[in-house]
């Protein structure tokens, strides 16, 4: 819901659902969950001072397409947690005010 179906990475429009055209087809969901701080030692951006109910807890993780999970992870210097944090925040604040604008 906080993604609005879309990618999560700034300037991304990749839509993260498809609807099946065919009634016997099912729906598809095409997103990838992202650790802001790795869930596991040695993935990308990991802290030893979270514990594991931080490492699950919707405010470390992000939804994105698989291309840009891939980037972050695969260039973790550039991609810092205070940066994915921004990034995600802005994402969700845009679609809330979307939401908001299509319910008034």
Known sequence: MRSG???????CTTKLFEEAEHPHDQDTVVSEIAH?????????RY???QN???RADISNLMVLC???HKIIDGQRHKFTPE??????S???????????????
Do not use: W
């Open 5 to 11: 179906q879309h990618c999560a990475f700034t300037g």
């Open 36 to 44: 802001i701080l790795a869930a596991s030692p040695g993935g990308a």
């Open 47 to 49: 802290d030893s001072s």
């Open 52 to 54: 594991d109910d931080e």
């Open 66 to 68: 698989d291309k840009h």
């Open 83 to 88: 940066l994915l944090q921004r990034m995600k």
């Open 90 to 104: 802005e994402h969700e604040a845009r679609v809330t005010r979307g939401q908001s604008y299509v319910m008034n």
